[in-house]
């Protein structure tokens, strides 16, 4: 059969690596969206648009936190999904198992 397939053990890691990635990504955010460079490191001639740059980088920040909100809770939808499949698998193999006798 070709096709999608799934199986508990690849959603279970599924939510593992996204849950994972989305935390260590929330973690660096502070990092990587505080911005430390002042007007007059612009120059001159466009000093006055650090203002607006530091605002967007504030914005972006707020966006990416977000988005790790929503993939870690995605992640622990999968995780449920991986536990309920298991049990499901697990019903229908006994089922089919004991269908015979």
């Known amino acids: 059969m070709s096709g ?4 508990s053990d690849s959603l279970g890691q599924a939510s593992k690596t ?17 911005t430390t460079i ?4 612009w120059g001159q001639a466009h000093g006055s648009h650090q203002g607006d740059y530091a605002a967007a980088m504030t ?12 993939l870690t809770s995605f992640a622990g939808l999968l995780g ?15 089922s089919v198992s004991n269908s015979g006798s």
């Open 80 to 94: 449920q999904a991986s536990t309920n499949y298991a049990s499901v698998e697990g019903s229908n193999a006994s």
């Open 59 to 70: 914005e972006l920040g707020k966006g990416i936190s977000g988005m790790c909100t929503t």
């Open 4 to 7: 999608y397939s799934a199986s």
């Open 18 to 34: 996204i849950s994972t990635d989305a935390s260590n990504t929330q973690n660096q955010l502070s990092k990587n969206t505080a």
């Open 38 to 41: 002042a007007a007059a490191d």
